[in-house]
């Protein structure tokens, strides 16, 4: 399967072709990333990955795209990319979150043992998901949640390391690790839980409130 995967959710943007090699049993890649881009330049990196990849757009069978949290703005913008696809072309597509994908990609990069995801929820807040690694894969200690930098840190104390997009900038202990479109098309290789585009939504965990406008006033 021939997957075009992107990964908006945090200030290193990617685009990635990502097809599995049936002779060789790997994967096989090509990604464009930029960091601390527009998203006004996703076409020109979706172009850019197809070109690599030596594949026109009529040969994407399946789009994933991750769904944060993270970037409100980027991860709506790269739904909209792969919506809008869905509708001219009919292509499949996998919402997968940007979390497990930077869990993937820490596994990738060596780490082992617990660790602690954290992304900024804004408000002074972030979303804190734990995972324990392994060498043949990784699973779910505590689902995401929204917490305080306090709560955080109370985490990290003997509990597992920090680490995620911009975890530094926070604390200094942490260990940046970006979710990356190239591990986001290999989760999505695993994956058959295609979803309709129009039902595709950020992860978004606080409740959306709306202010009920005052009735007009009627001028005497």
């Known amino acids: 399967m021939k997957i075009l995967a992107l990964e908006f959710s945090s200030p290193q943007r990617s685009v990635a072709v990502v097809q599995r090699d049936e002779r060789t049993h790997g994967v096989i890649v090509s990604e464009v990333v930029e960091t601390g881009g527009r998203t006004n330049a996703a076409f020109k990196m979706i172009d850019e990955a197809l070109r690599e990849a030596k594949i026109e757009r009529e040969q994407i069978e399946c789009l994933a795209v991750g ?123 695993k994956r058959t839980d295609f979803i309709a585009g129009e039902k595709l939504e950020p992860i978004y965990l606080r409740e959306t409130t709306f202010m009920k406008a005052p009735p007009p006033r009627v001028t005497p």
């Open 67 to 189: 769904t944060g949290p993270g970037s409100y703005t980027g991860i709506r913008a790269a739904i909209s990319i792969v919506q809008g696809w869905q509708l001219a072309r009919g292509t499949r597509i996998l919402g997968i979150s940007s979390v497990e994908a930077t869990v993937a990609q820490a596994q990738a990069e060596g780490m082992m043992g617990r660790v602690n995801v954290i992304v900024d929820a804004q408000r002074g807040e972030f979303y804190l998901a734990t995972y324990e690694l392994a060498r043949d894969g990784y699973r779910e200690i505590e689902a995401l949640k929204i917490v305080t930098a306090a709560e955080v840190r109370q985490q990290a104390e003997g509990r597992g390391a920090l680490i995620g997009p911009e975890v530094a900038r926070w604390f200094p202990a942490g260990k940046t690790v970006f979710p990356r479109a190239t591990t986001l098309g290999a989760l999505a290789l």
